[in-house]
């Protein structure tokens, strides 16, 4: 069955610091992997698309890697601010150009001052 | 200039009535979805157009009916509404199915 998998749940941090949040996934076939940001009450924003071809990209102070042998992905997070609190979804492509997208069930991530 | 704007933002009313969501996008985007995210969180597509065209259609009730008039749009008809249907619903498109999805900001459903 495909499933994606987040961890933690939930996390709170200290404003200025790192975190970094895990994405395991058992879609096959892979297509892609994509991390979303989703501020309450908004819809999610796109921060950052991976093929399998890729192993890491950057959106800022965001980096997502991606090893598509062992079917993990983490999002890491440098310098936290105020404004990063918000959930982070994890979506992975179970087949190209069909628009399936399987989805996490978020973390949700706290900064506090 | 928002480039995908869905509305009502908040809908509330009772069971068995029929409610409709209307979704447009500027983006220029060729395809546009449906999602619908209940109380976990989790995101599940209900319905995908390409162009006009239905290209995905999950195991929706068909009380749910989507209706596209032209590529920019597409909105989300409602029948019979039950107490189930309550969630936040997700308009969102993309250029082509591979490439990035742009959410509108939800309609939050409530059932009463």
């Known amino acids: 069955k495909n499933q994606v998998e987040q961890s933690p749940q939930s996390l709170i941090i200290l404003e200025g610091k790192n975190c970094t949040l895990q994405c395991n996934y058992t879609v096959s076939p892979f297509s892609n992997l994509r991390w979303y940001k989703q501020d309450t009450g908004r819809g999610p924003v796109s921060l950052t698309i991976?093929?399998?071809?890729?192993n890491t990209k950057s959106n800022g102070r965001y980096t997502a890697t991606l090893d598509a042998d062992t079917k993990q992905s983490s999002l890491h997070i440098t310098a936290s601010q105020l404004s990063d609190s918000a959930s982070y979804i994890c979506v992975v492509s179970a087949r190209r150009n069909t628009g399936k997208l399987i989805f996490g069930q978020g973390t949700t991530l706290q900064v506090k001052p | 200039d928002t480039a995908v704007s869905q509305t009502p933002k908040y809908l509330v009313t009772q069971m068995g009535n029929d409610k409709s969501i209307k979704c447009e996008q500027n983006?220029?985007?060729?395809?546009m979805y449906w999602y619908k995210q209940d109380s976990k969180k989790f995101l599940k597509i209900m319905f995908s157009?390409?162009?006009?065209?239905?290209?995905i259609n999950e195991t929706v009730p068909n009380r749910f009916s989507p209706k596209s008039p032209d590529k920019a749009h597409l909105n989300l008809h409602i029948n019979s509404l039950e107490l189930g249907d309550s969630a936040v619903y997700f308009c969102?498109?993309?250029?082509?199915?591979?490439?990035?999805?742009?959410f509108g900001n939800g309609t939050r459903l409530t059932v009463t």
């Open positions: 969102a498109s993309s250029q082509v199915a591979d490439s990035p999805l742009h």
């Open positions: 157009y390409n162009n006009k065209e239905l290209i």
């Open positions: 991976m093929t399998f071809s890729e």
């Open positions: 983006l220029g985007h060729d395809t």
